[in-house]
């Protein structure tokens, strides 16, 4: 069946601007994860759903950042005033439920000049 | 807070060998979950095995098997048979079980690049 799939796979932006990451998650998964990868590192947890809900958003930076998942399926990654610092890989996976192994998408590369 | 450390930035095998990529874990939980993800220049992170603590037994899967260590902390993984397609960047990652504080997150070691030589 087909994975977990993110859109853009890459985005380019301008510092201050705006930007919505999409990832859609395998059907039928009830939990779903949002990780940033920087260069060369492991990656980062930032926000995890339980179905709609945000179960553990602990991870996030600070409150530019925010997460939904409004339907309990497609979950929409939000960046607000975006900074040279956000620019990394961010990553989407989910899994049947949050005890059971996370399968990844390919990520979204994010570039802010 | 729970860390996992790859103290292997490089390594490096002629095909067909055997290598062997480290990774020790810091917890204070009892009941969690093991994992090696391998990410290739693709970016896709993919799963390569999982071990549960409570299990004794060693997890393999084809060419790959781990070494785990529960008092000791550590969790390293064995690929036999080395082959071209294995080069990636491998992850060490660690998750909590339900009640834990780390449950519902994978804590990710630094990553361990390996390069399968022809």
């Known amino acids: 069946g087909a994975g977990v799939s993110q859109t853009p796979s890459n985005k380019v932006t301008e510092k201050g601007k705006y930007v919505e990451l999409r990832c859609d998650p395998i059907s039928g998964h009830t939990a779903l994860y949002w990780y940033r990868q920087s260069l060369g590192q492991g990656p980062e947890f930032l926000i995890y759903f339980q179905g709609t809900g945000a179960a553990d958003d602990s991870g996030l930076p600070n409150d530019r950042f925010f997460a939904v998942r409004p339907e309990g399926s497609v979950s929409t990654l939000k960046i607000q005033r975006t900074e040279r610092g956000d620019s990394a890989v961010y990553l989407c996976a989910s899994s049947l439920n949050a005890q059971e192994t996370q399968y990844f998408g390919p990520g979204t590369r994010l570039l802010v000049l | 807070a729970q860390t996992v450390t790859q103290s292997q930035p490089e390594m490096s095998v002629q095909e067909a060998e055997t290598v062997t990529l480290s990774c020790t874990y810091d917890?204070?939980?009892?009941?969690?979950?093991l994992f090696w993800y391998k990410q290739p220049p693709s970016r896709q992170m993919i799963l390569v095995i999982r071990?549960?603590?409570?299990?004794?037994q060693n997890a393999t899967e084809n060419r790959f098997s781990v070494n785990f260590q529960k008092a000791a902390k550590s969790f390293s993984l064995k690929i036999s048979d080395s082959q071209l397609g294995d080069t990636a960047m491998y992850f060490c990652a660690f998750i909590g079980n339900a009640g834990g504080t780390s449950y519902g997150k994978l804590t990710f070691g630094q990553g361990t690049i390996l390069t399968v030589h022809p």
């Open positions: 071990q549960e603590a409570y299990k004794q």
């Open positions: 917890t204070s939980e009892n009941n969690y979950y």
